[in-house]
């Protein structure tokens, strides 16, 4: 079944109240966190691919998203750098289109559209934008999340779960106007993003996933596996002792303490800053050193 410039397989039965969680990459996928949490929750759910773009080359240029081969003796396979499109059921609740969006290079109106039609197809109330962005934080701090809702219901959301908010004016994705056109449709629309230290550069970033799937849990009610909080002391620890190599870096953070803090005392008197228990335990301590409440 062809809906706008993706192919899409045809359900005998329609997702069931479907909320999108999509992610935008490379734009805002710093670190890998959006691709985890949509694996993570594909995962969880044994979701399965039903669309993708029929032609990715209308809009990816493959010198600059290179195709992956896989070669012994001969070409065994070849994968195309595509936006893909899953389905997570839930027996019990709405089930979960997980849209992993690449920038498009060109026709980027047309991958806008295209998207909005699948939206629009499957019936979407609610449209979720996760990512990550690297900022002036530190990583002895809870890792920030910002975001916006657009829609009566996402702004409580957004207000009740103590989402920062963004003010930017400047370069953007093409892909921003699904969110705008989205909400626009009638769409309850959200967007959040983990802050990254601009020093910590990893492929996987555990603490980045667990803040987003921690605030995913609290609105679609997805449960956090405990396996993800002994991921994130490992590799806190790791980052510790990187940094303990790196002392231009370690003189610096005590400044990007002091910016953070008083970012978090500004919204504290907002009454927009939550943090679950376990991540209260879990990071407002680095390892061996109690560092105090911002």
Known sequence: MRIGAFEVIDIEEKPKDPVVIATLWPWIDVNGVG???????????????????????????????????????????????????????????????????????????????????????????????????????????????????????????????????????????????????AYESGIETMVFIVSIPQYVILEEDHEGKLRLIELLGRILDIPVDEDDYLKVLDQKTMIVENLERSPEIKAVIPQLEKIYDMRMRAAEKEGSLELSPEMEELLWKTIGKDVGKA
């Open 35 to 181: 691709t985890l949490v949509l694996r993570e929750i594909r995962k969880r759910y044994s979701a399965s691919e039903i669309g993708k773009l029929s032609t990715p080359g209308t809009f990816y240029d493959f010198t600059r998203y290179r195709p992956q081969i896989e070669l012994e003796g001969e070409i065994k396979d070849m994968n195309i750098p595509n936006t893909t499109i899953y389905l997570a059921k839930r027996s019990d609740k709405s089930d979960i289109l997980l849209l992993r969006m690449r920038e498009p290079h060109s026709h980027g109106e047309l991958f806008v559209r295209s998207v909005l039609k699948i939206l629009k197809e499957f019936g979407v109330k609610t449209y979720i934008l996760v990512g990550s962005m690297y900022d002036t934080v530190p990583h002895t701090r809870p890792l920030i999340i910002s975001g916006y809702g657009m829609g009566k219901t996402a702004k409580e959301i957004v207000k009740k779960n103590g989402i920062l908010p963004i003010n930017y004016r400047g370069p953007s994705s093409i892909v921003n106007m699904v969110t705008k056109k």
